[in-house]
């Protein structure tokens, strides 16, 4: 748990760490007054809850840029960053605008799941190929979620009990695999769109 709970913390250089690849939980979480992070270019993988309650910060790393704020959170990863660990980002409560972008192929399980002020996720930036379980769970102001064309799978309770949620297109993906519990409870969605690859759903061949 690297400078957790540090009150005074505001900026942190591992820019020249070039052989760290991996951050593991709680990365800088609950430095309030942190603004400024440098990572290395190398890094591949992100722990479960990095910056927590830091409200604003920038972090950065060549390709990498992600911004945590209390209403808007991204991560720019034309890196070799490929995985996002489970719930990362889901701390932030106040939480409305997600957007991902660049080399991120595997999101894990429970990431962005209960973020009850998230409007809209935009993942169309991305290369992501699979999705993990409860991936936006219980998103109750869910709006818009846009996905990349590259995504092939999508785990159980994936969009559940986003209660807001009108339409969700995945028409252009090459999805194959859908998990259980896919977009159930979500009494407002009236339109899905599904892509022709699509042959397993709740471990059934269609």
């Known amino acids: 748990r690297f400078g957790f709970d540090s009150q005074a913390l505001a900026t942190v250089d591992l820019g020249d760490c070039r052989s760290l690849v991996s951050i593991g939980f709680c990365f800088l979480s609950c430095c309030p ?4 992070v440098e ?3 190398e890094l591949q993988l ?3 809850d990095a910056f927590k309650g830091s409200r604003n910060v920038v972090v950065r790393g060549n390709d990498i840029a992600a911004i945590g704020s209390e209403d808007t959170w991204q991560l720019l990863a034309a890196t ?3 995985v996002i660990r489970t719930n990362t980002a889901s701390w ?3 939480l409305q605008h997600v957007v991902l972008s660049g080399s991120i192929a595997v999101i894990r399980d429970a990431v962005l799941m209960r973020c009850h002020n998230l409007r809209t996720v935009d993942l169309s930036g991305t290369a992501v190929r ?3 379980d409860y ?3 219980c998103c109750n102001a869910l709006t818009d979620v846009r996905f990349p064309d590259t995504l092939e799978a999508v785990g159980d309770y994936c969009m559940k009990s986003c209660t807001a949620l009108e339409s969700v297109d995945l028409g252009d993906t090459r999805l194959a695999s859908i998990g259980d519990g896919f977009l159930t409870e979500c009494p407002k969605l009236a339109f899905v769109v599904l892509p022709a690859t699509l042959a397993l759903v709740a471990g059934v061949n269609l």
Do not use: E, M, N
């Open 130 to 132: 699979s999705i993990g």
């Open 39 to 41: 990572l290395p270019r």
């Open 80 to 82: 070799p960053l490929t």
């Open 46 to 48: 992100l722990g479960k």
């Open 135 to 137: 991936f936006l769970h």
């Open 33 to 36: 007054a942190l603004t400024r």
């Open 92 to 94: 932030a409560d106040k």
